[in-house]
């Protein structure tokens, strides 16, 4: 079973460590990384760069309207996503209490939904409309 | 059978008895977890070239606990307990491969021991013996318990911190502590089988998934605890899982013991069912499963409502509120008083339990209560009864036939 973990920053104590502590959260961070691929836990994840960078994409009045944000008002930004492969909600949360990362904020497990039968089911649908 | 399948089987059907195996070994469940896992990656690794080996439960086992050593030698700020379990020994012990049935037999059941701990919130005793024992997924189990799955792990959780933190020991239980642990465990595998023989609420009125795992905790425990209280509670299990397909019309509507097609009874679970209920009685004091099971079993082998044995039935539940003096127990001593005397002398029971105000909030009592002044023609007091006994339940199927049951007064 994947989980995709959302990763959040409290920025204001991520902002006040030293260098150096800093330096050291990040290579636990990566050591438990290599930890989770030994053991086949890993299915990917990815860092992502700060809320300034990002577009918004809403749809509006019959146009796709595009905004910069969302802008860090809140204390915690989103900071990262990571896939687990875990036996279960149980087993995910275990691999996830140990890595480093869950001291630097809030992180947010969703087991992710298997599309196959609703793309299925699309494919039908679309297929019949064809045929039409 | 290719390496990937013949690892997949072996999870199935030995991943529950090495996690209990590495439970004592390393002293930690979320290590032994950890391990088991890592246990049968290696196994994916390393069989295709090396070969499958000639014993893998015990592989499984060794290479479970050289990861996790390896692990503590890595790990960085790792909590204690596992220390002092690795202490003694970097290596497993000479000659424990050929570690006996036996010995992992008494890992089963400490590990069920551990799970169904008096110390532990009863609700998280079934949330972690169904995952830890049976190998339920954290989400199957919030499933058949229609509860959020984040609720569910949280309790899990806690449960396993609870273990840790209070030391509750890994062990099963001495001579004189035996009983009333036995019974603590026979209650969590009574509780399971309910849950899914009755479900409590929904839509549905049975959880076949959750009936099936409480048969085989049941035929687990029975094989590694020969008891006549673990015989009672399987055989009356199964003689009650053998009416099943009677109990529900294919609307999902309850359908009463009376009024069930027999046909439908499984025989091969009554016949299972009936001779565990001899072993269970055959010693000088039967306990209370062991007289609830042959209750069960004097239903199972009746013909009809009207030609069952009631007397026998009768004398049964007053044996057994001799044992478990509660009200449920008196009022389901009272309905066989009714059957086996009339309903004149049931009633009277029922009313006296009323009148001590013991089962008040009870649906069934209602029900009962309700249907004994129809049989006695006192049609208005079976309306009121009807309609408390409505007022009182939420579940969907049972409220279907107690309307059904008011509609046909007249």
Same mark, same amino acid.
């Given at each position: 079973? *994947? #989980?995709?973990?959302?990763?959040?920053?409290?920025?204001?104590?991520? %902002?006040?460590?030293?260098?150096?502590?800093?330096?050291?959260?990040?290579?636990?961070?990566?050591? #438990?990384?290599?930890?989770?691929?030994?053991?086949?836990?890993?299915?990917?994840? +990815?860092?992502?760069?700060?809320?300034? $960078?990002? &577009?918004?994409?809403?749809y509006r009045d019959g146009k796709v309207e595009v905004t910069d944000g969302p802008f860090a008002e809140t204390k915690e930004i989103l900071g990262g996503l990571l896939m687990l492969e875990a036996r279960d909600l149980n087993h995910a949360i275990q691999l996830l209490s140990q890595h480093p990362g869950v001291k630097m904020g809030p992180w947010e497990i969703r087991p992710v939904q298997d599309l196959t039968p609703m793309i299925r089911a699309s494919q039908e649908r679309r297929a019949a409309a064809t045929r039409k | 059978m290719a390496v990937p399948e013949l690892v997949e089987a072996l999870y199935?059907?030995?991943?529950?008895?090495?996690?209990?195996?590495?439970?004592?070994?390393?002293?930690?469940?979320?290590?032994?977890?950890?391990?088991?896992?890592?246990?049968?990656?290696?196994?994916? +690794?390393?069989?295709?070239?090396?070969?499958?080996? +000639?014993?893998p439960r015990a592989w499984l086992v060794s290479a479970g606990r050289f990861k996790a050593i390896d692990r503590l030698r890595r790990s960085v700020g790792r909590e204690l307990p596992l220390q002092e379990a690795l202490e003694p020994a970097a290596a497993p012990p000479s000659g424990w491969e050929q570690e006996d049935d036996a010995g992992l037999a008494d890992d089963q059941l400490r590990l069920i021991f551990t799970c169904c701990h008096?110390?532990?919130?009863?609700?998280?005793?079934?949330?972690?013996?169904?995952?830890?024992?049976?190998?339920?997924?954290?989400?199957?189990?919030?499933?058949? #318990?229609?509860?959020?799955?984040?609720?569910?792990?949280?309790?899990?959780?806690?449960?396993k911190t609870r273990i840790r933190d209070d030391r509750i020991p890994y062990e099963v239980p001495s &001579?004189?502590?035996?009983?009333?642990?036995?019974?603590?465990?026979? *209650?969590?595998?009574?509780?399971?089988?309910?849950?899914?023989? $009755?479900a409590s609420s929904g839509e549905s009125l049975t959880r076949p998934d959750l009936s099936g795992e409480a048969l085989r905790l049941g035929r687990l425990l029975l094989n590694l605890l020969p008891d006549p209280e673990?015989?009672?509670?399987?055989?009356?299990?199964?003689?009650?899982? $053998?009416?099943?397909?009677?109990?529900? %019309?294919?609307?999902?509507?309850?359908?009463?013991?009376?009024?069930?097609?027999? $046909?439908?009874?499984?025989?091969?679970?009554?016949?299972?069912?009936?001779?565990?209920?001899?072993?269970?009685?055959?010693?000088?004091?039967?306990?209370?499963?062991?007289?609830q099971a042959a209750i069960a079993a004097a239903h199972a082998q009746a013909p009809s409502t009207g030609r069952t044995d009631w007397a026998q039935i009768a004398g049964l539940y007053g044996l057994l509120a001799r044992l478990l003096p509660t009200p449920v127990v008196k009022l389901n001593q009272a309905v066989a008083v009714a059957m086996h005397e009339g309903p004149e002398a049931g009633l009277a029971l029922i009313d006296a339990l009323l009148t001590v105000g013991a089962l008040d909030g009870y649906p069934l009592i209602h029900a009962a209560r309700a249907d004994l002044c129809r049989r006695l023609g006192r049609v208005a007091e079976a309306r009121t009864s009807y309609q408390q006994a409505l007022r009182l339940t939420n579940q969907a199927p049972e409220r279907r036939f107690l309307e059904r049951r008011l509609g046909e007064l007249h």
């Open positions: 079973m *994947k #989980y995709i973990c959302f990763g959040y920053l409290d920025v204001q104590p991520w %902002t006040k460590l030293s260098d150096s502590e800093r330096s050291a959260m990040i290579d636990q961070c990566f050591a #438990y990384d290599d930890v989770l691929k030994k053991n086949g836990n890993w299915a990917g994840g +990815e860092g992502l760069q700060g809320p300034d $960078s990002a &577009a918004s994409l809403r | 199935r059907s030995e991943s529950r008895r090495i996690l209990a195996t590495l439970i004592r070994l390393l002293g930690d469940f979320e290590a032994a977890e950890d391990a088991l896992h890592e246990a049968f990656r290696a196994a994916l +690794e390393q069989w295709p070239t090396e070969g499958v080996p +000639e014993h008096p110390a532990l919130p009863p609700e998280a005793r079934t949330a972690l013996t169904l995952r830890e024992v049976c190998g339920l997924t954290t989400e199957e189990i919030a499933r058949a #318990y229609l509860t959020a799955p984040a609720a569910l792990a949280q309790r899990i959780v806690r449960a &001579a004189e502590e035996l009983p009333a642990r036995r019974d603590a465990v026979l *209650k969590v595998i009574y509780l399971v089988f309910n849950e899914g023989y $009755s673990v015989q009672g509670l399987l055989a009356l299990m199964l003689l009650q899982e $053998s009416r099943r397909r009677a109990r529900a %019309t294919p609307d999902g509507d309850l359908v009463l013991l009376e009024d069930q097609d027999r $046909s439908l009874w499984d025989q091969a679970l009554i016949a299972e069912g009936l001779g565990l209920v001899d072993q269970a009685l055959a010693g000088p004091r039967p306990g209370p499963y062991g007289l």
